[in-house]
T-cell receptor, first 111, second 111 residues
Framework: GIQVEQSPPDLILQEGANSTLRCNFS?????LQWFHQNPWGQLINLFY???GTKQNGRLSATTVATERYSLLYISSSQTTDSGVYFC?????????????FGGGTRVLVKP | DGGITQSPKYLFRKEGQNVTLSCEQN?????MYWYRQDPGQGLRLIYY???????QKGDIAEGYSVSREKKESFPLTVTSAQKNPTAFYLC??????????FGPGTRLTVL
């Protein structure tokens, strides 16, 4: 099956710093999503981004499908950005399909 | 408010017992999913259902069972055949391609 690798596995930031998280995948994908899991376990969808660039506030994401990677940028980090960031991909177009998750990047933002 | 609810939040099981985790959504989504998350790991798919009265095995279905009798409900039973059930269980729903919204999760511990 498809392999999804995220780096770095852990990231410690000082509040206000910028950072880049990377997701590499082993095959062409139809769907790529970024999620944030807060310290209580709630998983929130950040971006649906199979290709191109999107921005949402201090977060932005870029997927280069031809080179099989995606980047998540966090600017001016805040303590509320702490948690685990997951990249997840899906190979097919059919409805109701599953996502394959990477191992996540654990982010800690210190005040 | 629209969303996904899971109950209970915490569940303790004795060895040899079957337990059922509840997942309800009022988003009118056709597709629903169950994922398992072990500490420090990504999510792995247990079962998914694209439509009422139909469901498919995911990557780690052994020891689990599901039903989908109603569009809004997708309960997961962890049977005694699941040898290592202690984990965090997340339910999700989606429309048009893949899971997008996740519930708050159930933490299952085997005593």
């Amino acid at each position: 099956g498809i392999q999804v690798e995220q780096s770095p596995p852990d990231l410690i930031l000082q509040e206000g710093a910028n950072s880049t998280l990377r997701c590499n995948f082993s095959d062409s994908v139809n769907n790529l999503q970024w999620f944030h899991q807060n310290p209580w376990g709630q998983l929130i969808n950040l971006f649906y981004i199979p290709s191109g660039t999107k921005q949402n506030g201090r977060l932005s994401a870029t997927t280069v499908a031809t080179e099989r990677y995606s980047l998540l940028y966090i600017s001016s980090s805040q303590t509320t950005d702490s948690g685990v960031y997951f990249c997840a991909v899906d190979l097919t177009r059919a409805a109701g399909n599953k996502l394959t998750f990477g191992g996540g990047t654990r982010v800690l933002v210190k005040p | 408010d629209g969303g996904i609810t899971q109950s209970p939040k915490y569940l303790f099981r004795k060895e040899g017992q079957n337990v059922t985790l509840s997942c309800e959504q009022n988003l009118n989504h056709d597709a629903m999913y169950w994922y398992r998350q072990d500490p420090g790991q990504g999510l792995r798919l247990i079962y998914y259902s694209q439509i009422v009265n139909d469901f498919q095995k995911g990557d780690i279905a052994e020891g689990y069972s599901v039903s989908r009798e109603k569009k809004e409900s997708f309960p997961l039973t962890v049977t005694s055949a699941q040898k290592n059930p202690t984990a965090f269980y997340l339910c999700a729903s989606g429309e048009g391609g893949s899971p997008r919204f996740f519930g708050p999760g159930t933490r299952l511990t085997v005593l």
